[in-house]
């Protein structure tokens, strides 16, 4: 028996899909008036001239449609092929009332292969016609049980008066057509905050349930946002309100069609991190030491960069650089032919090439410590530094903020994946009490000169100089200490950052 054939159509993402001409592929939604109800259909599938018999459709009677003129396009005679009797409406025709009160069709695999299309209009069935009641101050934060950050948010919020409801991001993504609704026929809040799209799904469904309910959704990417960005397969991220810890990713973001992105960037809480904390017995004698805290690669690295490789002749001219150039990640994007950043997971060869670049120079700065005391993962027991104590991680929240107190200086360096990203012990460390230096990265420029000049290197050789100038508690390193502590609690905390979300999105 020959294999049926299926129309072969390119997606919004530029992938061809099979899209099969078949009755069991169309969902059928029953209105609660099945006799006087209008028949509406999502999408038409490529054989349109046969729903009338798959649905025992009237040949007298107008049913009603809407269609992604992208797919449309690639259907041989589409026009020809639709039925007299079926009619055209615009997606603003098709209301949250209209859809309640019709039997509603869905073409499901263009759902997915044209969803910045179609995931407006099912966020409009899903809810139906009733809209949920207001919740007053309420902000609601997709986590799952090991994120930091959303603990900072949470408190912030709550300071500002407003309730925090920290959801279960994997429920969220895996099923916003059924999750979402669900929460929100108990209300719907003010604010929906994302760090890193966790409690969306790739596709923008939920985004797109969430708009129709009339929630503003604010999405923070904490981390490389085209990294972030090879997750999601939908443009919906286009329309969404973006915030971004590096301020160097907002006019690539705008370049890939990004309508909305500002500055926010990582910040202190006081509230977790100025007081508290347990030395463990692990970092006993540190009064006098260099220390960093750090893992050696992000979780997952390996299984994210799978399979690719950095390109030799750039690897040689990174090598051969100059001591002190940074090769981040828009140097890697700049000398590599990656084009365009979205969608697909093309761009990861760029983020392979800055991964490769933050390792070898964190690598570099450590060999260059001489007896600094690592808190990390066995990692970097490989380290070219004999005198480097590697002694194993620290807990965030329990350990970290004492650990800080009691070293001598801490040092921060870097990675290439943000290049003017900053990372939390620019302002941990100072509001926990401790003293940091830092290697020289353009998103210092969010401190005053002289309290960022003092503490900044821009070559390996001059990391020992500054641990020796800070390692006593002279006059001058207490109060650039309590300089830099001033500076990060007024203007450098999780409060003043969620000041910011709330201005920009008109809270």
């Not at 429920?171 to 929906?192: E, N, R, T, V």
């Amino acid at each position: 028996m020959p294999r049926p054939s299926h129309l072969l159509a390119t997606d919004e993402l530029g992938l061809t899909k099979s899209m099969p001409a078949a009755r069991e592929l169309f969902e059928w939604r029953t209105s609660p008036k099945p006799y006087e109800a209008p028949v509406i259909f999502l999408g038409l599938g490529p054989e349109p001239e046969k729903l009338p018999a798959w649905f025992d459709l009237p040949g007298d009677k107008v049913v009603f449609f809407l269609e992604c003129q992208s797919f449309a396009d690639q259907v041989e005679n589409w026009e020809e092929r639709v039925p007299d009797n079926f009619q055209r409406i615009t997606t603003d025709e098709f209301t949250g009332e209209s859809s309640a009160n019709a039997h509603v069709v869905r073409y499901l695999p263009a759902q997915r292969g044209f969803p910045t299309y179609f995931a407006p209009l099912t966020a409009r069935l899903t809810l139906g016609a009733a809209k949920p009641a207001r919740l007053d101050k309420t902000v609601w934060i997709p986590v799952a049980d090991d994120d930091l950050l959303c603990r900072e948010l949470a408190q912030a919020f709550r300071d500002t008066g407003h309730t925090v409801v920290m959801i279960d991001h994997d429920s969220l993504g895996k099923h916003p057509g059924k999750a979402l609704p669900d929460l929100l026929a108990q209300g719907a809040p003010d604010l929906f905050f994302s760090v890193n799209f966790k409690g969306l799904d790739p596709f923008g469904l939920g985004h797109a349930i969430l708009r129709e309910a009339g929630v503003k959704v604010g999405i923070w990417l904490v981390d490389n946002p085209f990294n972030l960005l090879t997750a999601v397969k939908s443009g919906y991220w286009k329309n969404a309100k973006l915030f971004v810890t590096d301020h160097s990713f907002i006019g690539p973001l705008i370049g890939e069609g990004a309508r909305w992105a500002t500055h926010l960037p990582l910040a202190a809480s006081p509230a977790l991190f100025e007081t508290g904390g347990e030395l463990p017995a692990h970092a006993e004698g540190i009064e006098k030491r260099l220390i960093f805290v750090g893992r050696s690669q992000f979780p997952d690295r390996d299984k994210f960069f799978a399979g690719l490789t950095v390109p030799a002749d750039l690897e040689a001219a990174a090598g051969a650089g100059r001591p002190g150039q940074r090769f981040d990640y828009h140097w890697w994007r700049e000398h590599m032919d990656i084009a365009p950043l979205w969608p697909g997971n093309a761009v990861r060869g760029i983020g392979a090439g800055a991964e490769w670049a933050g390792r070898r120079w964190k690598r570099e700065c450590l060999g260059a410590c001489g007896r600094v005391v690592i808190f990390g993962d066995d990692g970097w027991k490989d380290l070219d530094n004999p005198d480097a104590d590697v002694r194993g991680p620290v807990d965030y929240y329990a350990h970290l903020p004492a650990v800080y107190r009691s070293a001598a200086v801490t040092l921060n360096v870097t990675g290439m994946q943000l290049p003017a990203g900053l990372t939390q012990r620019h302002f941990d460390v100072w509001c926990a009490g401790g003293f940091l230096i830092t290697d020289a990265n353009p998103g210092l420029n969010i401190f005053p000169d002289e309290l960022v000049a003092p503490i900044r290197f821009s070559r390996p050789d001059g990391i020992r100089d500054l641990y020796l100038e800070f390692r006593e508690e002279t006059r001058a390193k207490q109060e650039l200490r309590e300089a830099w502590k001033t500076c990060i609690l007024a203007d450098h905390t999780y409060a003043a950052r969620v000041q910011t979300v709330i201005a920009a999105l008109d809270l």
